[in-house]
């Protein structure tokens, strides 16, 4: 009898011990796992029969006893893109510029340069390189064509100089005509334009001459001739002139560094240093060349 209520302990022992370490491990995720782990409490029965839990003793805990993980988590984490993921957009292209202006240079101005000439539009040498002279011939042609006076060349400007836009002088014969309206020069060879310059005239502006009285900057029209010429710089109150050709009084044409394509002289017809010096040279406005101004 003692040796059977030995055994029955030491099996209920054994069960319990199994019970605790099968189950300290994941305690957390257990359901109940502190009524499982408890040994069933032994009842009183007839000497030599055997309790049902002393017999068979369970090697292994109840099914109901078993860990039941609650979810199983990703195995790998989803990625939220952030802003910088992001593909950025390609930059539209810059559109390539068809105009040509002051500072280009190449095979596209040399074809400008060579039209320009042409059609009489002076500009000095041929070189592939939008240059000052260059600007000047450009500014002659839309003055002529009646176009914007902004020496770039866009399409309307190309469209002038396709269609051949020339000037058509008024003076018959040879000499030299200032256009005050279009702002040109025109050297006329047998009634036509054989040679167009850009100019700048009087601007109407009042100043004080240099007698001290008071003037104002306009360009006298009528029909002179070359009077008067001094082959170098002309230094007077009003500023230096450029070997000036004097038509009329103190009315000249004469060189000067600054030529704007609008009126902005004190009343004489401003052409470049180089054009001047191309007058003297040529000998298109010696004395007694007729000049028409109008």
């Known amino acids: 009898m003692r040796t059977t209520h030995r055994a029955a302990a ?8 199994t019970t605790v370490l099968g189950g300290c491990a994941q305690l957390d995720q257990w ?12 009842t009183a029965t007839p000497t030599g029969t055997p309790r049902p839990s002393e017999s068979s003793p369970s090697a292994s805990p109840s099914p109901s006893s078993s860990p039941s993980p609650s979810e199983t988590p990703s ?38 340069q060579e039209r320009l000439s042409g059609l009489g539009y002076w500009l000095g040498d041929v070189d592939g390189k939008f240059g000052s002279l260059t600007q000047q011939a450009v500014f002659a042609l839309q003055k002529s064509a009646g176009l914007s006076r902004d020496g770039v060349v866009g399409p309307k400007t190309r469209k002038a100089l396709a269609a051949g836009a020339r000037p058509s002088p008024k003076l018959e ?15 006329v060879r047998g009634g036509k334009a054989a040679t167009v310059i850009n100019t700048s005239t009087g601007n ?7 007698a001290g009285r008071p003037a104002r900057a306009v360009t006298p029209k009528g029909s002179f001739e070359v009077v008067r010429q001094v082959d170098g710089p002309d230094d007077s109150e ?19 560094p600054n030529i704007p394509p609008y009126p902005a002289s ?26 028409l101004v109008h």
């Open 10 to 17: 030491v099996a209920a022992s054994a069960l319990a011990v």
């Open 266 to 291: 004190h009343g004489c017809a401003r052409v470049s240093n180089a054009a001047m010096n191309m007058f003297w040279s040529s000998g298109v406005m010696k004395i007694g060349t007729p000049v």
């Open 204 to 210: 109407g502006e009042p100043y004080t001459s240099s």
């Open 238 to 256: 009003l500023g230096k002139l450029w070997r000036p050709k004097y038509f009329y009084r103190g009315w000249a044409v004469h060189g000067s």
């Open 173 to 187: 014969g040879n000499g030299v005509e200032v256009d005050i309206d279009r702002q040109i020069i025109m050297v």
């Open 31 to 42: 359901t109940g796992a502190s009524a499982a782990a408890e040994p069933p409490t032994p």
């Open 75 to 112: 195995a790998t984490p989803t990625a939220t893109p952030t802003a910088s993921e992001s593909p950025k957009p390609s930059p539209s292209p810059t559109p390539k510029r068809t105009s040509l202006r002051y500072g280009d240079s190449g095979p596209k101005v040399r074809e400008l």
